[in-house]
């Protein structure tokens, strides 16, 4: 415990002693504020053999923010690469899982450009997938595992976008509030019964006393093929 907390009061100083809080721009490759950027990323790279427990975990948000980042409650984090903290905003109950890049600066030309990278709330980006600097995500967005963001103009609230390159999938589910309550509900009484907690009919008050109903999409009549279902009305 010594050691992780050491490492993140280290390793937050350095970061403010040696680069000050970035703002979107370009500079040359041979400027000081790349160097000292350079130098940034690989104490805070180093650092990750010592704080790789800490990511995933409710701990952290905290040490993004210590960085530089804007993290909104709930967010949670995981071995993300590429970040630039001070570009960097995450809304409420947002999850980047393993692996992805996540708005790593642009350098072309012997130029590196910083953009601003924005995580709206409730938006899931998966393992692996790869979110440009500058990308503005909506909120509810999901990008799929081992995927390309498109760019900003392209993403609308609540879309599913996969692949590389990105597809636009339309067919997600959206749950009601009536739909995510029953599911909470079901969470919850499983873990009762897991516990030994037998008093749990009052977390299944939909199905109690009536017999389960199929969803429509699992009813007999709509798995039958067209021209089955009309020589059977015939």
């Known amino acids: ?14 970061r403010w002693l040696v680069l000050p809080t970035l703002k979107p721009g370009r500079w040359s490759v041979h400027s000081s504020i790349y ?12 650092s990750l053999q010592v704080l790789h427990g800490l990511y995933a975990t409710v701990y952290a948000p905290f040490w993004y923010r210590i960085l530089g980042a804007k993290v909104g409650k709930g967010a949670e984090i995981s071995t993300a690469m590429g970040v630039v903290p001070d570009m960097l905003t995450l ?57 390309y963001s498109p760019t900003s103009g392209q993403i609308k609230a609540g879309e599913t976008w996969m692949g590389s390159p990105p597809l636009n999938l339309p067919a997600r ?22 516990a030994g907690d037998g008093a ?31 020589d059977r009305e015939e």
Not at 7 to 13: E, K, R
Not at 102 to 113: H, K, P, Q, R, S
Not at 173 to 194: N, P, Q, S
Not at 205 to 228: N, S
């Open 200 to 230: 749990i009919d009052h977390l299944f008050a939909d199905l109690v006393g009536r017999e389960p109903r199929l969803p429509d999409h699992l009813q007999p009549d709509h798995l039958l093929p067209h021209h089955l279902l009309t």
């Open 1 to 14: 415990a010594f050691l992780v907390v050491a490492t993140i009061l280290v390793s937050a100083a350095f």
């Open 91 to 147: 809304g409420y109950d947002t999850f980047i899982a393993d692996a992805v890049m996540l708005g790593d600066e642009e350098i072309d030309g012997g130029w590196m450009t910083l953009r601003q990278t924005v995580i709206g709330a409730r938006s899931f980006v998966g393992n692996g997938a790869y979110v440009p600097d500058g990308t503005v995500l909506p909120e509810d967005v999901l990008i799929g595992v081992q995927s």
């Open 173 to 194: 589910e959206v749950l009601t509030e009536t739909e995510a309550k029953r599911i909470e509900d079901a969470l919850e009484a499983v873990g009762r019964a897991m």
């Open 35 to 46: 160097y000292r950027k350079w130098i940034t990323n690989q104490i805070q790279e180093s």
